[in-house]
């Protein structure tokens, strides 16, 4: 009893740890709210908009709408590339199912 | 699984050409109705003309058929990522309304007498009724009303064998000797539990001899119930039991479940992208094998299967050995290239989440997959002999003659088709949630599910052409 209430205990508490992996020689960007490391800045500003929003400073208020215009828009150019290649499944079924 | 049933010797098998050639022919049509591929038309126009001929008169070759199912699933994760739109995506998986009341004691209890009945039924009529697999009612209950109707209910309606598990109820009744369950095996119990049965079921008459199928049920009781008093029903049935954790899932599908609150109706699937549905390495293996067994037991009955194993069987594997070896084999296969799946999805979306995290949120959607392919093999069957079912309810000890079973009509197979698409698309769409939950980044989200839309277009063209092939006698045994 007493052994699986440590090794309980044990799980929650390395919880965090298990959650992440950082490689060593890696630059991350970490929440200061929640801890959660990021590969690049505006990952941490677009999380810390969605996951925190009501404690933000001005500044990092700020930083999220830049990530998410600077999103917004490289969504832009991966619609056209999906609808490229919805085009190309669509067309390309065409002429196989004409042709065999 | 089919094959095994009695239904596979009466109203599916003579049906099994038709349908192979209708199921073929409808992928054109399915694919064409849910309005990606409408070229795909042409090619139903020219099927619908030889409907009732053999796989032979077929104007789609293989090939085509099998890209074409294959590209519906990547067409349609093209089409999910359109949807950028966050709040929608959390609005339609938190879309739910409470259902829960006071008539719930009511129906437990009458669930639990039901469960206990049917039990009972099993073990009555297994052992001293007709031997005919077509007219008893243990069979019939078991394959027919258990693992093909009541496992349809359980993803359609809710999971009611959490209720109805008269193993449960006997084991609550049962003084227990309540010792700590070990956390370290966690779920391992549940994912060997689940490779037995399936193994025990593919290659033995199960579905043919009452006696037989009795005994194996008597095993199971005598197993689960001995678990339960040492561990405990609740740990028990929680961790260590295969076949309530299959129920578990197949009703996490479902549109009413159970939340925090009581009873809830949701959207069909949307259940599935919640965090720690799915809790550790154990219970990821747990979702993949529920998978490949899927897959295994289509697999064995093919002709490839039996002519890559003849040679082997030829310079002297022993064939009991052959088909365990290869359940394992496979098991091993479906893990390692999903764990590889998630290892590539961690590094295309540059995420410092460990593999594991990702390994759990993405494998609930698999569930969708084998819940697909659940309906698609079982609609059938199930229809076909649920009058059979109904007479040996009535009368159980008689043994007719003929027993009444339905005809199914040519366009059935395309329900299956249909549903095995359906399946992976919502499996698409909860992967889709899931990562948006995930990711903070939206196109990062999208990134990260490339490797396993491209796992998922070849399971999809594997099992399409597994559907696809001839169904022989299990080979060598």
Known sequence: MTDTATQSAAATGTAIDETYDVPADATAYTCSYCGRPFARESWLALHRGLAHPSELDDEEVEAFRAAHDEEEASLSAFRLQALGALVLIYFGFLMVYALV | ?477
């Open chain 2, 1 to 477: 699984m089919a094959r095994r049933h009695p239904g596979s010797y009466t109203g599916a098998k003579a049906q099994l050409p038709t349908m192979t050639s209708g199921r073929r022919r409808t992928v054109a049509l399915v694919v064409c109705g849910l309005g990606w591929l409408a070229a795909t038309g042409t090619a139903s126009a020219h099927g619908g003309s030889l409907a009732g001929g053999g796989r032979e008169s077929l104007t789609i070759p293989t090939w085509l058929f099998l890209s074409t199912g294959g590209a519906a699933v990547g067409a349609s994760f093209l089409l999910a990522s359109f949807v950028t739109d966050r709040a929608f995506v959390e609005r339609i998986h938190d879309w739910g309304r409470p259902l829960s009341g006071d008539y719930e004691r009511v129906l437990t209890l009458a669930g639990q007498l039901l469960g206990l009945a049917g039990l009972a039924a099993v073990f009555v009529v297994g052992f001293l009724g007709p031997t005919n697999a077509r007219t008893n009612l243990a069979i019939l209950l078991v394959w027919v009303g258990w693992w093909a109707g009541l496992a349809m209910t359980t993803y359609l309606v809710g999971n009611s064998w959490a209720t109805l598990n008269p193993f449960k109820t006997l084991a609550d009744l049962l003084p227990s000797l309540d010792r700590t369950y070990p956390a370290r095996v966690g779920s391992w119990p549940a994912v060997g539990g689940l490779l037995v049965l399936v193994w025990v079921e593919v290659v033995s008459p199960l579905a043919d001899q009452p006696r037989l199928l009795a005994s194996v049920v008597a095993g199971y009781s005598v197993l689960t119930l001995a678990g339960a008093l040492v561990f405990g029903p609740e740990d028990w049935f929680a961790h260590a039991d295969p076949v309530e954790r299959v129920f578990r899932y197949y009703g996490r599908f479902a549109p009413i479940g159970r939340g925090e609150d009581g009873l809830r109706l949701r959207l069909p699937g949307m259940d599935l992208s919640t965090p720690r549905l799915v809790d550790g390495p154990d219970e990821v293996a747990f979702v993949v094998a529920l998978l490949w067994v899927t897959t295994y037991d289509g697999l064995v009955t093919t002709p490839a299967w039996r002519d890559l194993t003849t040679p082997l069987v030829d310079t002297g594997v022993p064939p009991h050995l052959l088909y365990p070896v290869a359940l394992g084999i496979g098991f091993a296969g479906f893990l390692g290239v999903y764990q590889l799946a998630v290892r590539l999805s961690r590094d295309m979306s540059d995420t410092y989440l460990a593999p594991a995290v990702l390994a759990q949120r993405f494998a609930p959607p698999l569930i969708a997959i084998a819940v697909g392919y659940h309906f698609a093999h079982y609609l059938g069957y199930f229809l076909v002999l649920a009058p059979s079912l109904a007479v040996a309810l009535t009368s159980p000890f008689a043994d007719p003659a003929v027993v009444p079973t339905i005809e199914l009509p040519d366009w059935f197979g395309a329900i299956a088709l249909a549903s095995v698409i359906i399946g992976h698309l919502v499996a698409i769409w909860v992967a889709h949630a899931a990562a948006y939950d995930l990711f903070p980044a939206r196109l990062q989200a999208i990134r990260s599910q490339y490797p396993f839309i491209a796992v998922m277009v070849f399971y999809t063209m594997t099992s399409l052409w597994v559907v696809s092939q001839p169904e022989v006698a299990l080979p060598h045994l």
